[in-house]
């Protein structure tokens, strides 16, 4: 059973990077035809889809945030991770980390994370 | 890219069955077998419950199937049960690679 558990700071001050790191167990970031995504939740609100790599380190994102977005994979760690610079309050989110990406459905997810920008 | 359009609540009784509709266009819905849809309770992560438009994932109930016409996906939930009452969301494979959600159906078990 793939199990992906999200981590890093709750809370981030305006115009700074929100860093974030998913780490899977039961299953390889490595693996063929797996790719891993970051997507996120503003409270209240729906989903977004930011970004995807594959273990390759190809990645692909959102047009709306892939100016401030960066997303990396540590296949010696299972871990992959989410940047993303210049926030304001209106990145503040649930992040979730998911398998799944390009026309992959996102099958596995963390329980994701909460980060709150505020000085 | 433009969110996928859902209505944004639905409701049914007991037994009923309803259906929530998620339009896109030629460029995404359209274009490919590749939607998907999920189901959120409260506080909880999404959980797949459709993939490539019709398939359903191990373990998910057969009252949940999924169909598309044109720009348009749909997700028809049969027999409705108190435990379905949940926010529901499209997902779709675009032309630039990327993925794309609709805004989301808040479905409510009278």
């Known amino acids: 059973q793939v199990q992906l558990q999200e981590s890093g700071p709750g809370l981030v001050k305006p115009s700074e990077t929100l860093s974030l790191t998913c780490t899977v167990s039961?299953?390889?970031?490595?693996?063929?035809?797996?790719?891993s995504s970051w997507i996120r939740q503003p409270p209240g609100k729906g989903l977004e889809w930011i970004g995807y790599?594959?273990?390759?380190?190809?990645?692909n994102y959102n047009p709306s945030l892939k100016s401030r977005v960066t997303i990396s994979i540590a296949t010696s760690k299972n871990q992959f991770s989410l940047k993303l610079s210049s926030v304001t309050a209106a990145d503040t989110a649930v992040y979730f980390c998911?398998?799944?990406?390009?026309?992959?459905?996102?099958?596995?997810w963390g329980q994701g994370t909460l980060v709150t920008v505020s000085s | 890219q433009s969110a996928l359009t859902q209505p944004a609540s639905v409701s049914g009784s007991p037994g009923q069955s309803i259906t929530i509709s998620c339009t896109g266009t030629?460029?995404?819905?359209?274009?490919?077998?590749?939607v998907s849809w999920y189901q959120q309770h409260p506080g909880k992560a999404p959980k797949l419950m459709i993939f490539?438009?019709?398939k359903r994932p191990s373990g998910v109930s057969n009252r949940f199937s999924g169909s598309k016409s044109g720009n348009t996906a749909s997700l028809t939930i049969s027999g409705l049960q108190a435990e379905d009452e949940a926010d529901y969301y499209c997902?779709?494979?675009?032309?630039?690679?990327?993925?794309?959600f609709g805004g989301g159906t808040k479905l409510t078990v009278l």
């Open positions: 030629s460029s995404d819905v359209g274009g490919y077998n590749y």
């Open positions: 490539d438009v019709t």
């Open positions: 039961g299953g390889s970031v490595s693996s063929d035809n797996y790719y």
């Open positions: 790599i594959y273990y390759s380190g190809s990645t």
């Open positions: 997902s779709s494979y675009t032309s630039s690679s990327t993925e794309v």
């Open positions: 998911a398998r799944g990406g390009r026309w992959y459905p996102f099958d596995y």
